[in-house]
Each structure stands twice: as structure tokens, then as C-alpha cells.
């Protein structure tokens, strides 16, 4: 083969590498919305966190556990390779093999779009992500404001930011009158009665609407409201 055709081809197979792999990573379905809730529906009764009812020593909610070898000497989930993934090899046995996963005591089968999601999973590395339930909140750095005098909360720094971002300014300060019909309508949906805005109005303390919160989310209406959402 001349080396210049040579050359050509390596640069041309270098070229699809670099091509592949983000398409790879791009096709990765979605571990919470796509890959879990199918591992939880269909694998973790008998190869989840329940010790109890595990079987074949194989647990496949955590990562690190289903990339071991299980007590067949099998690995259920080989990241990248579908082919070498037990996992893979159970759910696509045609129906009534002893060895097909779920077996068929349970009644159910995957679909065949949930075994190519599973198949896509593993090839793109089989990525686990833990529940967000049960990831810490952190606390996100404040964006840098212009006008630093204007926030008066953390959240304000991030609102003035996207304001400042596309070239517009802050609505100025509400009123106390439209002020005390938007809480009213927000916390308990029903507007404020004309007594109950001009006790607001007339309340000079540097507390008030702080006070006023805290009575509407006391209200026995405040409950009624949100119950009916939750």
C-alpha cells in the first residue's frame, strides 16, 4: 500500500474517532429519567438494596457492585461492551430459557425499546447518577451584579444578573396596596379585604410584611390552597 494512501486512511480513522465518541456520549440515555426507573421496575426486587431477597450475590442499584463478578462468575454490566454484559445477555433470551431475566414467575417483560435503552446505557459506559433525593444541596456562588446596591436577597443577585445580561432594568419597588394583594393571592389565593390592606399600609414597622407572611402561612386557608397542588 503506498504510504501516502496510507496515511490518508490513518488520518481518516483518527477523524471518526474523534466523530464517534462524542456521538457515543451524545446517544447516552438519561440514568433518572430512562435507565433507572427501568432497573427499578424489572431488576431490583431480586438485585437491589434489599440484602433479604438478593439473588446470586448481584446488585445492581450501585455501580461499583454491578461491574463485579457475581456468583456465576458472570459480570452483569461490562461499561462499553453490551456483548461481554450478562445483563444484556439474560433480558434478550428468547422466552421460556431458564436463565432469561426477569424470569417468568415475575410476568414481566421488557420491551424491546427498554432493552435497547439498557444496550445504549451500557455501550455509552454505563454512567449511574445517584437520586437527587439523596444529593446535598450546595449553596451556588452570587453572580456579579452592577448595580449592587439594588439586591436585597441572594436570589436578587441572580434575577439582576439575567436582567443586566439582556439590557433591562428592575421593575421599580410595588406598592404597599398592590404589595399586600399579591401575598394574599399568592400564599392563599383569595384577596385581601380593604380592612386587611389598610392594616398593612398604615403598619409603619420594619417588619410588616415579614409579619404578614408569617400570619398567612399560619391560616388554615394557606393549607387548604397548597394541599389541593401537593
Given at each position: 500500500?503506498?504510504?501516502?494512501?496510507?496515511?490518508?486512511?490513518?488520518?481518516?480513522?483518527?477523524?471518526?474517532?474523534?466523530?464517534?465518541?462524542?456521538?457515543?456520549?451524545?446517544?447516552?440515555?438519561?440514568?433518572?429519567?430512562?435507565?433507572?426507573?427501568?432497573?427499578?421496575?424489572?431488576?431490583?426486587?431480586?438485585?437491589?438494596?434489599?440484602?433479604?431477597?438478593?439473588?446470586?450475590?448481584?446488585?445492581?442499584?450501585?455501580?461499583?457492585?454491578?461491574?463485579?463478578?457475581?456468583?456465576?462468575?458472570?459480570?452483569?454490566?461490562?461499561?462499553?461492551?453490551?456483548?461481554?454484559?450478562?445483563?444484556?445477555?439474560?433480558?434478550?433470551?428468547?422466552?421460556?430459557?431458564?436463565?432469561?431475566?426477569?424470569?417468568?414467575?415475575?410476568k414481566l417483560e421488557l420491551t424491546?425499546?427498554?432493552?435497547?435503552?439498557?444496550?445504549?446505557?451500557?455501550?455509552?459506559?454505563?454512567?449511574?447518577?445517584?437520586?437527587?433525593?439523596?444529593?446535598?444541596?450546595?449553596?451556588?456562588?452570587?453572580?456579579?451584579?452592577?448595580?449592587?446596591?439594588?439586591?436585597?436577597?441572594?436570589?436578587?443577585?441572580?434575577?439582576?444578573?439575567?436582567?443586566?445580561?439582556?439590557?433591562?432594568?428592575?421593575?421599580?419597588?410595588?406598592?404597599?396596596?398592590?404589595?399586600?394583594?399579591?401575598?394574599?393571592?399568592?400564599?392563599?389565593?383569595?384577596?385581601?379585604?380593604?380592612?386587611?390592606?389598610?392594616?398593612?399600609?398604615?403598619?409603619?414597622?420594619?417588619?410588616?410584611?415579614?409579619?404578614?407572611?408569617?400570619?398567612?402561612?399560619?391560616?388554615?386557608?394557606?393549607?387548604?390552597?397548597?394541599?389541593r397542588r401537593w
Amino acid at each position: 500500500m503506498p504510504a501516502k494512501r496510507s496515511r490518508v486512511i490513518v488520518w481518516m480513522l483518527a477523524y471518526l474517532g474523534v466523530v464517534v465518541t462524542p456521538a457515543l456520549a451524545a446517544d447516552a440515555p438519561s440514568f433518572e429519567r430512562e435507565v433507572r426507573p427501568i432497573l427499578s421496575r424489572y431488576c431490583f426486587k431480586c438485585h437491589g438494596p434489599d440484602e433479604g431477597q438478593r439473588q446470586s450475590g448481584l446488585r445492581l442499584d450501585v455501580r461499583e457492585e454491578a461491574i463485579k463478578t457475581a456468583d456465576s462468575g458472570k459480570v452483569a454490566i461490562v461499561p462499553g461492551k453490551p456483548d461481554a454484559s450478562e445483563l444484556l445477555h439474560r433480558i434478550n433470551l428468547a422466552e421460556g430459557s431458564d436463565e432469561k431475566m426477569p424470569p417468568a414467575s415475575t410476568k414481566l417483560e421488557l420491551t424491546a425499546e427498554q432493552r435497547d435503552i439498557l444496550k445504549r446505557w451500557v455501550a455509552t459506559g454505563a454512567e449511574y447518577r445517584p437520586h437527587w433525593a439523596f444529593v446535598a444541596p450546595k449553596r451556588p456562588a452570587l453572580p456579579n451584579v452592577r448595580d449592587a446596591s439594588w439586591p436585597r436577597s441572594g436570589i436578587d443577585h441572580f434575577v439582576l444578573a439575567r436582567l443586566e445580561a439582556t439590557g433591562l432594568k428592575p421593575s421599580p419597588p410595588a406598592d404597599r396596596h398592590t404589595l399586600a394583594r399579591r401575598v394574599f393571592l399568592d400564599l392563599i389565593g383569595i384577596p385581601p379585604t380593604p380592612a386587611e390592606v389598610d392594616e398593612f399600609v398604615n403598619d409603619s414597622s420594619p417588619d410588616a410584611y415579614e409579619r404578614l407572611v408569617d400570619r398567612l402561612l399560619a391560616s388554615p386557608t394557606y393549607g387548604e390552597r397548597w394541599a389541593r397542588r401537593w
